[in-house]
């Protein structure tokens, strides 16, 4: 299997350029179906350990729908197939651009919940419009063990998030084992409150918010992914979501760009279009370098060929 590593403002991206699973030619959403459901075994092998590494995102390039799209795009990490990945989908272009199949200029790539747009300004800046994105609730309650009580929205930014606005600890590197078992106990909480997306998804990214350490900065995030792996970036989806709530609060205006620290320190310079219903057109600009190109070899001999599993 021919892969291709690149790493998003830190947060690293395995793209399968051949050798994945045939999974038809059905729409993009049909064939992420069919990878979560009779691929389960390959996907997670892919990214995680021995093959892959805490964190990583994978991405198979399948042929598009849309014909006007350079490539088609499905996101798994090692707990499950998403719909869409921005620090993924920056990487991807990156990596597109290293393989010579796209240029300078912008360029459309389809996932499976929509078309998306990514603008190369050079061979590692890549500008992504995302999908639509919107806050479904504001202010849900929720009483954590340890913690007290605390208030997230939930939002739609690609993926469905759990946003809160003032952490409970400090987002700084130090706090992050804390970070992330408070993270993981509010996922626990929010499936004992069974709350969800608008048509039951799972809210299974955590997002914790906290000031900027830099004099640039907006703010600082830590995002919990769905493998219970820290985002090393700033999340592009998490980052949509995060702007149709400061659009729905009225504490960003249209086009008006901030900076978004992650925890580690980098960072996305983020901006929004309006859209329709009070959703929002995120736009998000990040960096992306090639790091790896690979033949990747699981030997079905290999007795932790389907990665390591500790639960």
């Not at 992420?32 to 009779?38: C, G, M, R, S």
């Not at 795009?73 to 990487?91: K, N, Q, R, S, W």
């Amino acid at each position: 299997m021919q892969v291709i590593d690149s790493h998003t403002e830190g947060e690293p991206t395995r793209v399968i350029v051949s050798g994945g699973p045939d999974l038809g030619s059905g729409s993009l959403a049909e064939r992420a179906k069919t990878l979560a459901t009779e691929h389960k075994e390959f996907y997670r092998s892919v990214v995680s350990e021995p093959y892959g590494q805490e964190a990583m995102v994978g991405v198979m390039l399948v042929e598009p729908v849309d014909p006007e799209c350079v490539a088609g795009v499905i996101y798994f990490d090692a707990a499950a197939v998403i719909g869409m990945c921005g620090h993924g989908t920056i990487g991807v272009a990156a990596t597109l651009a290293h393989m010579g199949k796209i240029g300078v200029g912008t360029h459309k790539i389809e996932t499976p919940v929509g078309v998306v747009e990514v603008t190369l300004s050079d061979a590692n800046t890549v500008t992504v419009k995302n999908v639509e994105s919107h806050r479904l609730h504001k202010g849900v309650e929720l009483d954590i063990e340890g913690i007290g009580t605390i208030f997230g929205d939930i939002a739609y930014g690609g993926n469905w998030f759990f946003i809160v606005d003032n952490s409970p600890i400090p987002v700084i590197p130090s706090n992050l084992r804390n970070l992330t078992e408070i993270a993981i106990k509010i996922r626990h909480a929010i499936q004992e409150k069974q709350l969800t997306g608008t048509d039951g998804e799972i809210l299974d990214h955590i997002v914790l918010y906290g000031p900027a350490l830099t004099e640039n900065g907006h703010s600082r995030n830590f995002v919990l992914c769905p493998d219970n792996a820290y985002d090393r970036s700033p999340c592009g989806t998490g980052s949509s979501a995060r702007l149709a709530c400061l659009a729905a609060d009225g504490r960003l205006a249209p086009d008006e760009e901030i900076l978004q620290e992650s925890t580690i320190g980098s960072s996305y310079r983020l901006r929004y279009l309006p859209s329709k219903e009070g959703a929002v057109i995120p736009i998000i600009t990040g960096q992306a370098f090639v790091t790896k190109e690979a033949t990747l070899i699981i030997n079905p001999n290999d007795p932790l060929k389907n990665g390591i599993r500790l639960s």
